[in-house]
């Protein structure tokens, strides 16, 4: 997920400063990037996700505004569907809804008498995410059809001075700029509950490490700079395993003996489903790579 941020952050920059190269902005984003991974609470990163939430926020109604605004200069809207990118697709949907790793953080960050609620939010929330992502990409590819970009925001129109196309890449440059120490907070403490036994008292190890993901992330994206790819990439292997296999194999673990039959078939279904289709989403998308790099 941080890996995909990165990607998305300096293609929307390189789109305007053609001159400056991938190396050159991630040696600019991550030292604040790590700065801010340092961090070691949830609430230190309130303020800074309250931000990136804001931001959002604005950049999508400039974006939807941009796609209504964009309909009447289609003049043909295909009609027809193809399968062929049908496991291309599904590798992304399942990157766009795994934030599973999120979920015990955030419910445990609630203070104590709201806590129980947080499940009813939850299911609010992701009714309302669902409904995002359907409806942008609806509009998006209703309004610029077979030249939509794998990114939107490289789709909207460059002017020669300030405009809302510079505000909204802005935006959600600067939203996903914030939630990346968000989203690398729950990695960070399952890595420091196995490699140390007590993080508390090695702050320091724990900031050498810290680094060290951040720098990853940044190594990933310097061997796979493309934004669908590394998402279908990583929804074919490590999301499928957390959507599919995982849970299934937990669940038939946690509750063994008191689960009904259609709880098990459900639990194998899960499971197979996960197990045939991480490899051959992987064998997909390792073909598309192989195939931009012979094209390079």
């Not at 359907?134 to 970009?149: E, K």
């Not at 509950?193 to 990853?216: D, Q, T």
Request: net charge neutral; charged share 15%; glycine share 6%.
């Amino acid at each position: 997920f941080c890996c995909a941020y990165l990607i998305f952050i300096t293609e929307n920059l390189s789109d305007y400063m053609r001159s400056m190269k991938l190396i050159h902005w991630l040696l600019i984003l991550l030292p604040p990037i790590c700065f801010m991974t340092l961090l070691r609470h949830l609430g230190s990163l309130a303020m800074t996700s309250l931000m990136a939430q804001c931001s959002n926020l604005l950049a999508f109604a400039v974006v939807f505004w941009f796609d209504f605004e964009h309909f009447e200069h289609v003049e043909i809207h295909p009609k027809k569907m193809s399968i062929v990118g049908l496991p291309f697709f599904i590798c992304i949907a399942i990157y766009c809804y795994e934030g599973a790793g999120m979920i015990l953080s955030l419910e445990s960050s609630l203070a104590k008498e709201v806590r129980k609620q947080f499940k009813t939010y939850f299911i609010f929330t992701m009714f309302i995410v669902t409904f995002l992502y359907i409806s942008f990409g609806s509009a998006g590819y209703l309004s610029f059809g077979p030249q939509t970009d794998e990114i939107i925001t490289l789709n909207l129109p460059k002017g020669d001075s300030l405009d809302f196309a510079v505000i909204v890449k802005s935006l959600l440059c600067l939203a996903l700029f914030f939630t990346y120490p968000v989203m690398m907070f729950p990695v960070m403490k399952i890595l420091e509950g196995y490699l140390m036994s007590n993080p508390e008292k090695h702050i320091w190890r724990g900031n050498a490490l810290r680094v060290i993901m951040v720098l990853i992330t940044g190594m990933v994206v310097m061997v796979i700079p493309n934004f669908a790819t590394l998402m279908a990439l990583v929804g074919a292997t490590c999301c499928t395993m957390l959507a599919f296999v995982l849970p299934g194999l937990f669940h038939m673990t946690i509750f063994k003996g008191s689960l009904t039959i259609y709880e098990v078939i459900i639990d194998w279904t899960l499971m197979f489903i996960g197990i045939v289709g991480a490899p051959e989403g992987t064998l997909l998308i390792k073909s598309k790579i192989d195939a931009v790099q012979k094209i390079v």
